[in-house]
Every structure is written in C-alpha cells, then in structure tokens.
C-alpha cells in the first residue's frame, strides 16, 4: 500500500501569491492533519480533519485555510504569502479521529517565498 | 500549554556505540511518538508508546507517564541513524506538540 503523498515536492512562490498544498492519507485512514516545519524547530500544528469536518486549528492566521474531500484526501491553501510562510509542510494520516492510532508522514512540500 | 523538552540537543557518536535520548513532558499525555527526521525531511514513526516498553532491532522506548517521561534507545549506532529524533506529545485528542529535537550525528 502507498503511504501518504504529498505533492508538490518542492515549490517557490513570490510574496503576496496564493499556494495550495495536497496531500492523499493512507489507504482507510480517515483524519488528515497538517503541520508547518520552520527550519530547524520542531512540527507545529496547523489543522486537523476527519470524516470532512476541521477538528482542529493551530494558532495560525486566516490566511491558512484546509478541506477535505469524499476520499479523505486535503488541501491546504495558504493566501497572501510572506517570507516567513518558507517551510517545510507536512501531511499527517491516521485511522481514527483520535491520536491513540500514532500518525504517519508524508515526506513533505518544501515551499519557498521569495 | 504543555512543554516538551527534549535532551541532549546535539549528540555525536562513534559508529557502534550505543545512547539514550529524553523526552520530558510538563502534563499528563495520553498519546507519545517518537520519530526520525531523515536528511530530506521526511518524519518516520518509529515508536508509538504512551505508555510501558518496545523494541524494534536496534532501536528500544520506554515511557513512564506517571513521571513525565520517556527514553529512546539506540543499540550499536550506524551512519544511518544519523538525523533529527523528535518527541511529540498529545494531552488532548487531535494534536501534537513536538519537542525541540535531538540532532544525532553518527561518524563511520
């Protein structure tokens, strides 16, 4: 089975544009969460979906919006792009709605604002 | 909201020898990963354990809840397992909090 994609790989946007980030979870895995990895600090949480519905959101700014879609698969959209927007995102799959399951990573979009 | 604090930062070792990372968290958790950053970026589970003892080849976890914390062992080091070992922890039911990392450098 295919573990969680993620896709683009790698992305350079200029400040003030619009990216959209996607992620596909593992096969049966019904919750998508996204974190922000800013060089050299740990995964911060950004949102968490299941069955479709936001669960969670981080203490991020309405620039940052995400969805679900019928085969669980997510984006994430990010308006108005800044400097500090440069990261590397990552997608998170798990089973149930609840972490008591663990996650599983994708291998992350590295997006660069210039 | 809960701390994760996360030691040693940095660790070099010999190819062979063997260490012990700590987690310690400020509250009580019901969910604990630990997990390896490889050199491009990806996360890769390596234990899921809020609570008791696993081992995986090389690789051990012990976490004591009750104390707020939890070790990682690893056996007779390679190259490889060179990388950032992160600690993260869920004391509600939809998010982690990571620690600050450990960066571990393995020389051959």
């Known amino acids: 089975d295919a573990g969680v994609t993620q896709s683009p790989t790698h992305l350079i946007k200029t400040r003030g544009q619009h990216v959209t980030l996607r992620c596909s979870p593992i096969s049966g895995h019904k919750s998508v969460s996204w974190y922000q990895q800013v060089l050299g600090q740990g995964p911060q949480f950004i949102f968490q979906?299941?069955?479709?519905?936001?669960?969670g959101r981080g203490n991020f700014p309405d620039r940052f919006s995400a969805r679900q879609f019928p085969n669980y698969s997510s984006e994430l959209n990010v308006n108005a792009l800044l400097l500090g927007d440069s990261a590397l995102y990552l997608c998170a799959s798990s089973l149930g709605g609840y972490l008591r399951y663990g996650y599983t990573f994708g291998s992350g979009t590295r997006l660069t604002v210039v | 909201g809960i701390q994760v604090e996360q030691s040693p930062p940095d660790l070099i070792l010999q190819e062979g020898a063997n260490s012990t990372l700590r987690c310690n968290f400020s509250d009580s958790v019901n969910n604990l990963q630990w997990f390896h950053q490889n050199p491009w970026g990806q996360l890769i589970n390596l234990f899921y354990?809020?609570?008791g003892t696993k081992q995986n080849g090389r690789l051990s976890a012990t976490t004591v809840a009750t104390e707020r914390y939890s070790l990682l062992y690893i056996s007779s080091s390679q190259t490889t397992d060179s990388g950032v070992y992160f600690c993260?922890?869920?004391?509600?039911?939809?998010?982690?909090?990571f620690g600050t990392g450990t960066r571990l450098k393995v020389l051959a």
């Open positions: 979906y299941y069955e479709k519905e936001e669960r």
């Open positions: 993260a922890v869920c004391s509600g039911t939809y998010k982690y909090i």
């Open positions: 354990i809020p609570s």
